[in-house]
């Protein structure tokens, strides 16, 4: 977040100190209806289980949702 350079960083983002991060959607069917993010304090690369992992619960935020 810190470091980046395309442009995708929002000011704010960066305000918070936090150096790596992982945004999933959250998902009603096939449609993306927001999105999950989880940040770290320090630069990390995040494993594909736990992006696995994370992409799962953005689904399972959007089946409950979508229930209510």
Do not use: W
Not at 11 to 38: F, H, N, S
Not at 39 to 51: G, I, L
């Amino acid at each position: 977040i810190q470091t980046d350079t395309s442009g995708d960083v929002r000011p704010g983002a960066r305000a918070t100190g936090m150096e790596g991060a992982i945004v999933v959607p959250v998902l009603r069917g096939d449609q993306a209806v927001g999105a999950l993010g989880v940040a770290n304090r320090s630069a990390r690369t995040f494993s594909e289980e736990e992006t696995g992992l994370l992409v799962r619960v953005g689904a399972a935020i959007g089946h409950v949702a979508d229930s209510q």
